[in-house]
């Protein structure tokens, strides 16, 4: 499990949640395109919905972990 809880996170990592506001075209179909990708790891797995949780909820607070050890220790 501890493998699927990295690549989700490095998933994570390499999508920008802030690509709603983008006004670059090219760059909101790729964000979004990554953001149903998410939806599906979540789907398919419900037991990483505590990183999707707290990474939004990081991200939310103007902070973007670095590792999931920092997600953890939440």
Known sequence: MEE???QFFDLLQKHDLGYDRSCD???WMKESTK?????????DHPSLNWI???YCRRFNEGRRPLSLEELRRD
């Open 25 to 27: 075209h090219g760059f």
């Open 52 to 54: 999707w949780d707290a």
């Open 35 to 43: 953001r149903r990708v998410i939806a599906q790891w979540l789907k």
């Open 4 to 6: 699927l809880e990295f």
